[in-house]
C-alpha cells in the first residue's frame, strides 16, 4: 500500500531540542515511511491526528525560507529526531536539501541521522559544513531480521554510503539501536564498521507503547526460544542480559 502524502505549511522548521546531543531538531517530514516496527518515534501520533498506522503517512513541511541563519552559528542541528531526513519521499520533494541550502555558511553544526543512503546525494552540501556528522542506524547485518523489522533501504546500502562519506572526510557515526536481546551482534557490527566511522552509539530495545505487543508477537513467531529471556527483560524488568552485555563490550573493546 502506498503511505499517504499531506503537504503541509510551518512557521519553522527548526524546533529547540532537549536532547542532549543537539541545541535544534530538525524535522522535515511529520512520519516516516521506513515504517520500522520498533519506531519509539510512534508516539507522534498523539499530537499528529493522523489515522493512519505509523508508517503508512508522511506530512512533506514547507516553511518560509530562513531569513537570518546565521542567528544559529554555533548550535548543533540534528536532523532526524522523529523522523528521517532522508525518507524515499525526499527524492521527490527536497526537503532535507532544500534546508542544507538555506543553512550553507551559517556557521551551524550539523548532524544528520538516516537510514537512506540518499543522503550521498547531498554529499556536495554537506561538505561545506564544518565537522558535519551523518550517522546510519544498523542493528543487525541479518537482512531478514532487517527487512522484518523495517522497510529502509539494506544494510549493505547503508555501509556502503557510511564509507562513501567516511572516505571523503566527514565524520560519520554508527547506531547501533535498538540492540534486540540475543539478535543484534554488537560486536559483529563494530568489526564491520570500525574502519569507516569515528564513533558508535549504542541503545537499547525498550518496548513500550503500541508496539510492545507487535515485538513480541513477533518473537514468539520468529524466535520461541527467546520467549522466557524477553518475558524476564520486559516483564519482569530484569537487566542481567544488559549489565552482561556492558561488561562483555568493555573485555571487547579492551582487547580490540
Known amino acids: 500500500m502506498e503511505p499517504v502524502i499531506r503537504e503541509i505549511k510551518v512557521k519553522n522548521v527548526l524546533t529547540k531540542s532537549d536532547l542532549p546531543v543537539s541545541d535544534y531538531s530538525v524535522n522535515p517530514y511529520v512520519g516516516c515511511t521506513h515504517g520500522c516496527r520498533y519506531c519509539y518515534a510512534c508516539f507522534m501520533k498523539r499530537f499528529t491526528n493522523?489515522?493512519?498506522?505509523?508508517?503508512?503517512?508522511?506530512d512533506v513541511k514547507f516553511w518560509e525560507p530562513i531569513k537570518n541563519p546565521w542567528k544559529y552559528a554555533g548550535?548543533?542541528?540534528?536532523?532526524?529526531?522523529?523522523?528521517?531526513?532522508?525518507?524515499?519521499q525526499e527524492e521527490k520533494y527536497l526537503r532535507t536539501r532544500t534546508l542544507l541550502e538555506e543553512l550553507r555558511g551559517s556557521g551551524v553544526k550539523l548532524s544528520i541521522q538516516t537510514k537512506s543512503d540518499l543522503v550521498l546525494r547531498d554529499i556536495d552540501l554537506i561538505r561545506t559544513f564544518p565537522d558535519a556528522r551523518v550517522g546510519f542506524s544498523i542493528n543487525t547485518l541479518d537482512e531478514g531480521f532487517r527487512s522484518d523489522m523495517d522497510k529502509a533501504v539494506s544494510i549493505e546500502r547503508r555501509l556502503s554510503a557510511m564509507k562513501t562519506l567516511h572516505d571523503a572526510g566527514i565524520r560519520t557515526t554508527c547506531f547501533i539501536s535498538p540492540i534486540f536481546p540475543c539478535i543484534t551482534d554488537v560486536e559483529a557490527i563494530v568489526e564491520r564498521v570500525k574502519k569507516q566511522c569515528n564513533l558508535i552509539w549504542l541503545e537499547n530495545l525498550n518496548l513500550r507503547g503500541t508496539f510492545k505487543p507487535e515485538i513480541m508477537s513477533y518473537i514468539r513467531r520468529k524466535y520461541p526460544e527467546l520467549v522466557p529471556l524477553y518475558n524476564e527483560i520486559y516483564s519482569a524488568g530484569s537487566r542481567k542480559y544488559w549489565?552482561?552485555?556492558d561488561s562483555d563490550l568493555k573485555k571487547y573493546a579492551d582487547k580490540s
Open 50 to 58: 493522523h489515522s493512519e498506522p505509523w508508517g503508512d503517512f508522511i
Open 243 to 245: 549489565e552482561d552485555l
Open 75 to 88: 548550535k548543533e542541528l540534528f536532523f532526524g529526531s522523529v523522523t528521517d531526513p532522508y525518507n524515499p
